[in-house]
Every structure is written in C-alpha cells, then in structure tokens.
C-alpha cells in the first residue's frame, strides 16, 4: 500500500525556518517525481515545488522561488521541503504527492500544518 | 502564466448529472487531471489524462477536453460525491503546476 506522511509542521514566527519531511512506503521511491502542494485555510490548492526521481530537476512556484528548496533522499525513501524567511502567507497545509502519468498526482500524503505568526 | 477557471459552486440533485467544467486557453492540448477533496481531507485524483480513472474510482466519474474547456461529468450523482473538485494541467512553457480554483459540488 502506498503510503506519504508529512511531518515537521508547526508554529514558526515571521521570517523563521521549518523544514517538512514526507516519509514514503509501499513503492519504489527513487523511480517517481515527487511534488509538494499546499492549501491555504478556506483556499485552493497551491502547487509549491517538483522534484524529478534523481533529483537532478527541480522546479519552484513563484510565491516560494528563492525562500524554500526542495531536496530528496532515495536512501531513506524521503522527501523534504525547507521553508526559510517564512510569511504569514506561507501558513497551509502542506501536502507531499506523487507524480504520475504526464504532470497528474496520484498519491497524497495527510499533510502537515504550517502556521506563521508572532 | 497559465490560468484555470472553474465555476465556484455547482448544484444538482441525486441522480441527475453533474458537469464541472476547468476553462483555459487551448487547453485541448494539454493533459487535464481532476481531483476530489472532502472537508479534513486530502484531495484523490479521480480522472487524469483528461478522461481516464484510477483504479477504485466509479465509472460514474468521466472527463473530456476539447478547445478551451475541459470538463468533468458525475452521472448519477450521490450525496458522498459532494466536495470540492480541482482541475490541474502542467505549464511547459512555466515549468509550474497550475490548479483551478476549485468547484464545490452540493448535492441538493
């Protein structure tokens, strides 16, 4: 059974740093991009940052382009997304997912809440 | 950048058919994924490739893309397929992921 759990949400203060791990199970996960994707309380979902399997392709949304960096660890079968200078804006649920046939996302993690406020 | 437009609210009694549709310029040409979200949870993708489902997903869910619109359809509508509904394309020319808004279906 495939399986994504996000970890590393919490409370930062603006302009803190918090860095989101997603664990994978049930797949091969060094063969599959990976994506994280957030939502916003009451709002939409966001795309945020894709990775490809090797990691050697990476790519950002605008709103996050300079502030967070995407980064994986076939070893460990993880995913990780490092938040720095982090606004108020930035506060979401943050979901891990899967990529799949031509850009689709095929699994979900649960996803982790991240809350920026003094 | 790329933009997708979805109506924000579409209602339909049970057992009738429910049409969402996911505006975008040509987005004939590109490849239209679909996904449902109820409250609390995370979202599961119920057509990808404009028109093709997932294992576990009912055949009463479909897709079509042509022009400048893409559409999802629900036959037979039931109450647990009220939610929100995203349409989502891949940008080549942006390298970003772009979503609809999002559609909340309310079964009357």
């Known amino acids: 059974e495939v399986q994504l759990v996000e970890s590393g949400g919490g409370l930062v203060q603006p302009g803190g740093s918090l860095r989101l791990s997603c664990a994978a199970s049930?797949?091969?996960?060094?063969?599959?991009?990976m994506n994280w994707v957030r939502q916003a309380p009451g709002k939409g979902l966001e795309w945020v940052s894709y990775?490809?399997?090797?990691?050697?392709?990476?790519y950002y949304a605008d709103s996050v382009k300079g502030r967070f960096t995407i980064s994986r660890d076939n070893a460990k079968n993880s995913l990780y997304l490092q938040m720095n200078s982090l606004r108020a804006e930035d506060t979401a649920v943050y979901y891990c997912?899967?990529?799949?046939?031509?850009?689709?996302?095929?699994?979900w993690g649960q996803g982790t809440l991240v809350t920026v406020s003094s | 950048s790329y933009v997708l437009t979805q109506p924000p609210s579409v209602s339909v009694a049970p057992g009738q058919t429910a049409r969402i549709t996911c505006g975008g310029n040509?987005?004939?040409?590109?490849?239209v994924h679909w996904y449902q979200q109820k409250p609390g949870q995370a979202p599961v993708l119920v057509v990808y490739?404009?028109?093709d489902r997932p294992s576990g997903i009912p055949e009463r869910f479909s897709g079509s893309n042509s022009g400048n619109t893409a559409t999802l359809t629900i036959s037979r509508v039931e109450a647990g397929d009220e939610a929100d509904y995203y349409c989502?394309?891949?940008?080549?020319?942006?390298?970003?992921?772009?979503f609809g808004g999002g559609t909340k279906l309310t079964v009357l």
């Open positions: 997912a899967r990529g799949s046939s031509r850009g689709s996302f095929d699994y």
């Open positions: 040509n987005i004939g040409s590109k490849s």
């Open positions: 049930g797949f091969t996960f060094s063969s599959y991009e």
């Open positions: 490739d404009d028109s």
């Open positions: 990775i490809s399997s090797s990691g050697s392709t990476i």
């Open positions: 989502q394309v891949w940008d080549s020319s942006s390298d970003h992921q772009v």
